[in-house]
């Protein structure tokens, strides 16, 4: 065995590494622009029953994603540190009228718009989730 072996063996651990990020982060359709607070949530796979993990720039936590009938329930969940939300664009089954927004248990007023086949839910006021704490979207 060569000197160069355990580089070469941490660096395809890397890039093995890498490679699962880049699925997870195409299957869950996660996005998220820290300056513009902005997250979008798009699952490609089983968009009906979905769950993945989320890492932010001061926090991480867990995505969630329920359809039951015609409503669709949308979950942040912040584990450690904070997460901060002023918008988010979800993919919806089909025709949505309305968006029901809580953070940390209460009522956030927010606007709703169907753009490119995703609704675009702007919150008005950005919400910062602490560690513990949830934002919910409900669409019908």
Not at 8 to 34: F, K, M, N, P
Not at 62 to 76: C, M, Y
Not at 86 to 91: I, S, T, Y
Not at 117 to 133: F, K, Q, W, Y
Request: proline share 5%; hydrophobic share 40%.
């Amino acid at each position: 065995m060569t000197r160069a072996a355990p580089f070469l063996q941490s660096r395809r651990l890397a890039v093995a590494a890498s490679a699962s990020a880049g699925l997870l982060l195409a299957l869950s359709g996660y996005e998220y622009d820290g300056p513009l607070k902005l997250l979008r949530f798009t699952p490609r796979s089983t968009p009906h029953k979905f769950k993945s993990f989320f890492i932010g720039p001061e926090g991480w936590g867990s995505l969630t994603q329920l359809r039951e009938g015609a409503a669709q329930k949308n979950t942040v969940s912040v584990s450690e540190g904070t997460f901060a939300l002023a918008k988010l664009h979800l993919q919806p089954k089909g025709e949505v009228k309305k968006a029901e927004v809580t953070a940390a248990g209460k009522k956030v007023e927010a606007t709703l718009k169907i753009e490119n086949a995703e609704a675009v839910i702007t919150l008005s006021s950005p919400a910062t989730l602490n560690a513990g704490e949830s934002l919910e979207v409900t669409l019908s």
